[in-house]
């Protein structure tokens, strides 16, 4: 392996690892502004306001997007294991 295809590689990686992770993050940081505004709103300062949601909605949406996240480890899994030189 040379530097180039190392190179590609871990690019690869790091944007595979952005695709699976962006999608949660930016839910979370929905619910957080959401949560936050509604707190603004009504003057609740409770830390539990801001935890037990966002540890909700995380959890029901990466329910929902597993089967997707699955799909895209599987390709990029395949991709790698064809991408190895067979030495037979």
């Known amino acids: 392996m040379n ?3 190392a190179t590609e590689l871990i690019r690869s990686s790091m944007l595979l690892a952005l695709q699976l992770a962006g999608p949660l993050l930016l839910i979370c940081l929905v619910i957080g502004l959401l949560i936050s505004l509604f707190q603004a709103a009504t003057q609740l300062t409770d830390q539990s306001l801001n ?9 029901i949406s990466t329910v929902a997007l597993l089967p ?12 790698m294991i064809e991408s ?5």
């Not at 190895?84 to 037979?88: F, Y």
């Open 84 to 88: 190895i030189p067979s030495t037979m």
């Open 68 to 79: 997707w996240m699955l799909q895209r480890l599987t390709e990029f899994s395949s991709a």
């Open 3 to 5: 530097s180039d295809q």
């Open 51 to 59: 935890f037990v949601p966002k540890l909700v909605v995380l959890a």
